[in-house]
């Protein structure tokens, strides 16, 4: 009974599940948080498609924030639609989009039910891991636009790239895995069940002559193991020594060639059994563990650049007439027409009057600023506010923000891999191994050549690096998973290694370390009357702007109730006006409000203005808050760590920011993309290894240039600069025990070296007393993978335990 | 001890049609998405009771106007 009391207080919204204010609206008896969410549950009613909300509940995405209705024209542009679609003709087009925001099994459901709401569409077909859709339809019912706008419409918006092609490779390298896995499992199943015979000794069992038969099989089991699934070690083996470098994979090359030669001679001159059993057990457990460590998250992208964000077409104006053009064919001089909300492409100059553009691409700052005509506008600021012309100044890929994207950084290869652990080790390894080897060989020579050469082959055999190759695919797959389930999600296993020896951390301010949902409003004037709250709560309720949403949150807290209002109008980018009984009232922009432009001081602040027919009677003034648990973070990473701290804005929060950091951190303040980049660099020079967490594309120069760079994302589906990582920012506060898990990761990897090594030194002893014989080498090389994949796999569990993070 | 050369050939045989049909499964691309099937199979197909939806939604539309 009191658990059913308790859910009766909390209503939640039947679409999207967020807890609806008291004012909410009631559709077909059930509850919705705000009109967006009411439509879409509309329009699947009305398409008979209501099941959606029985698989799951609460299945659907916010609609607060709308989807602007002209967003998709440029779809019909025949360059654009003929670039996207997969394949087209008269009768069917076949096309496939990215929907990031497919998340459950009922948006699996809606989606491939999309022909029940237009005929024109034939079939649909989800892929979840990849999030995408695939659509057949037929182009003369529905087009491209259409059909994305009906996405929109039930809030899974797709997301239009033209450079989405990597995605084909890493499929047919994920095929190329399995298959190749599959193939030396068949061989390994074989060969060791054709070896049985061996392992028990053959006399007793069966016929002598059987034996021939079962050992020519075995080599015919083991050329696809050579030639198909092993032969990706030889390659790059090779080619790690054409760049005089020893990898990991140079010694496993070696062993597996010197098993098969010895077998072969085994075999096919003394007649014995070979080794080829542990041979393709080698391979197979090789192939397990890249799989296990290759398993990254798909649907995320990691290597996006401002091409991702900005549209991929524009309305050009020529000649009086509206025109839509891809934005690569801009050229200087041309006239723009930018709606609400589009972004703006390159740099270029107001035409019109009036206009607030979001700079929030370029400085990371959310508050729109006004510009008057003449005025020079960057590229990357969003319009806010109805239509505008402007006229470009320069090129897409020569304007301000997207010059970043020229630095020398972004062409050279990020990573070394002979910095890897395993690589640095292997040099030394192979090293060893050849003078064991060599050692054994000149040791029996003048005693007995044939014992010679049995000694100096069983030290690469045995030796081979099988346990030793393990031990780190596994630690690092399992650790990547366990960040995974923090939210914390790596482009690959190896970002670990550079994960650990992090020296220096520097922060983006705005967005990464501040939070732009929740800032903390201050009321600056005469002390307002409840009915007067109530105006404003009931003003700002129905906004969708950041600003004015924080305002009604906070008016909420307070227990404000709404008031009836008449004439309700929302103007984008400057502000909202209303009546109640007779009085009229304006909340928003300081030229909206008090009919005067605000002087420059105060433009950094978000300040909403509020008059009451014609005249101000005060101002909310709206500070970023800090993100819950900062000041603990900060305090256990400035332990062994150095911080900084990089800001696109002025210094206005400087003293703030000093109460949070501790002293010998640095701060700077009015940093351009460009700036935060060659700051990383210079501490680099400096031997720091830079962790960049970043959020915008305004560090994406900075996280590329850092050693790791993580990017902060508020949700996960929404769409990052290209990074290491990227981070939930909910998870931000468990920084610390990530870099923690890092640092673990190299003393568990050590130790399960020490163990391999130890498996080794016992079969080297045999090998060099010539005594190792194959069903030996049999036993201890699946043995020694086994205990360390198992000690790994426990130990890396047993930490992330400790640390919580499970 | 010809019969045990029989066996192996036919069991090689028959795990390699498995071997053959587990290639197959993935060149056609079975393993690309692992999550949806596992839920699609539980989707009810719902006997539809009107004639079909677009029809009813054309009815609808024509009668507002």
């Not at chain 1, 390894?429 to 000694?455: C, E, H, Q, R």
């Not at chain 1, 990227?726 to 070296?753: G, Q």
Request: proline content about 3%; hydrophobic content about 40%.
């Amino acid at each position: 009974m009191i658990e059913h009391k308790q859910e009766q207080k909390i209503i939640k919204c039947y679409h999207c599940g967020e807890v609806c204010a008291e004012e909410h609206l009631i559709f077909a008896k059930k509850n919705f948080c705000c009109n967006g969410c009411k439509t879409v549950f509309e329009i699947l009613q009305e398409n008979d498609l209501c099941q959606y909300y029985d698989l799951e509940s609460f299945p659907g995405v916010n609609q607060k924030e709308n989807v602007n209705t002209d967003k998709f024209a440029f779809l019909n542009n025949e360059e654009i639609s003929q670039k996207l679609l997969d394949f087209a003709s008269q009768q069917m087009n076949k096309v496939t989009f990215q929907v990031p925001k497919i998340h459950c099994s009922s948006c699996i459901w809606l989606l491939e039910n999309l022909h029940q709401m237009h005929q024109g569409i034939t079939y649909a077909r989800v892929n979840f891991n990849k999030k995408t859709l695939a659509i057949d339809y037929i182009p003369t019912e529905i087009n491209l636009s259409q059909l994305a706008q009906l996405m929109a419409n039930i809030g899974y918006e797709p997301y239009i790239s033209l450079e989405d092609s990597n995605q084909d490779k890493v499929k047919s390298e994920n095929r190329q895995l399995y298959i190749k896995i599959g193939v030396a499992g068949f061989c390994f199943g074989n060969i060791m069940l054709l070896s049985f015979p061996d392992y028990l000794g053959i006399e007793f069992l069966i016929d002598q002559q059987l034996q021939p038969f079962f050992s020519w099989l075995n080599i015919l089991l083991a050329l696809p193991i050579l030639f198909y699934a092993g032969i990706g070690y030889f390659i790059s083996a090779f080619k790690g020594l054409k760049q005089k470098f020893i990898n990991i994979d140079v010694p496993i090359a070696l062993g597996i060639l010197v098993l098969f030669i010895r077998s072969l001679y085994d075999i096919m001159v003394l007649t014995q059994s070979g080794y080829l059993d542990s041979l393709a057990g080698l391979v197979f457990f090789l192939l397990i563990g890249k799989w296990f460590q290759s398993k990254t998250y798909q649907s995320l992208a990691f290597d996006r650049d401002y091409k991702s964000y900005f549209p991929l077409a524009v309305t050009k104006l020529i000649s009086g007439k509206k025109e839509i053009v891809p934005v690569y064919k801009i050229k200087e001089g041309d006239i723009l027409f930018i709606r609400n909300l589009e972004l703006i492409p390159c740099d270029s100059r107001m035409l019109t009057d009036h206009g607030m553009i979001d700079y929030s691409f370029v400085t990371g700052e959310s508050r729109p600023v006004p510009v008057e005509k003449g005025n020079f506008i960057y590229a990357g600021g969003r319009h806010q506010g109805s239509g505008m012309l402007v006229v470009v100044e320069k090129k897409v890929d020569q304007s301000y923000l997207t010059r970043l994207w020229n630095h020398e950084t972004f062409r050279k290869e990020k990573k070394l891999l002979s910095q890897l652990l395993i690589n640095r080790i292997s040099k030394y390894f192979t090293a060893i191994i050849l003078a064991i080897a060599i050692g054994a060989f000149l040791f029996w020579w003048p005693l007995d050549v044939k014992t010679a050469w049995n000694a100096f082959t069983a030290v690469l055999i045995v030796a081979c690096p099988c346990a030793l190759s393990l031990s780190v695919p596994f630690t690092y797959g399992n650790i990547t998973r366990i960040f995974g389930r923090n939210k914390f999600y790596l482009k690959n296993a190896e970002i670990i290694e550079f994960l650990l020896k992090i020296n220096h951390i520097v922060f983006d301010k705005t967005g990464t370390i501040t939070t732009a949902s929740q800032g903390e409003v201050n009321w600056n004037g005469n002390k307002l009357d409840s009915s007067t709250q109530g105006v404003i709560r009931s003003m700002t309720s129905n906004s969708t702007h950041p600003l004015s949403q924080q305002v009604f949150q906070s008016l909420k807290k307070q227990g404000t109730p709404e008031l009836p209002l008449e004439d309700f109008k929302e103007l984008a980018g400057k502000g909202i006006e209303a009546r109640y009984h007779h009085d009229i009232f304006r909340i928003g922009s300081a030229s909206f409000v008090n009919g005067a432009s605000a002087s420059s001081s105060l433009l950094n602040q978000s300040i909403v203005y509020f008059s009451k027919n014609d005249e101000l009677i005060g101002h909310f003034t709206i500070h970023n808050r800090y993100r819950h648990g900062l000041q603990q973070l900060v305090l256990k990473l400035s332990i062994d760590k150095q911080l900084s701290v990089l800001s696109g804005d002025g210094n206005q929060e400087i003293d703030r920011l000093k109460q949070i950091f501790p002293k010998d951190s640095k701060m700077i303040f009015g940093q351009q993309p460009s700036d935060k980049l060659e700051y990383i660099k210079k501490l680099q020079d400096r031997s720091a290894q830079v962790l960049m967490v970043g959020d915008g594309l305004n560090d994406a120069g900075a996280l590329r240039q850092s050693n790791v760079g993580i990017a902060v994302v508020d949700d996960i589906s929404s769409f990052s600069p290209a990074s290491d990582a990227i981070l939930e920012a909910n998870s931000l506060t468990k920084l610390y025990d990530f870099l923690a898990m890092a640092k673990n990761a190299r003393a568990i990897i050590l130790i399960s070296f020490t163990i391999s090594f130890l498996y080794n030194l016992t079969g080297l002893s045999f090998a060099v007393a010539g005594l190792l014989t194959p069903i030996l080498a049999a036993i201890l090389m699946p043995l020694s993978s086994v205990s360390v994949v198992a000690f790994a796999t426990l130990a890396v569990n047993i930490s992330a335990k400790n640390k919580n993070l499970l | 001890m010809g019969v045990i050369i029989l066996l192996i050939i036919a069991s090689i045989v028959v795990a390699g049609s498995f071997l053959a049909a587990f290639i197959w499964a993935v060149k056609s691309g079975q393993y690309d998405d692992t999550y949806s099937p596992s839920v699609r199979v539980l989707f009810e197909d719902k006997k539809k009771k009107k004639p079909t939806v677009n029809q009813t939604q054309k009815e609808r539309k024509g009668n507002d106007q």
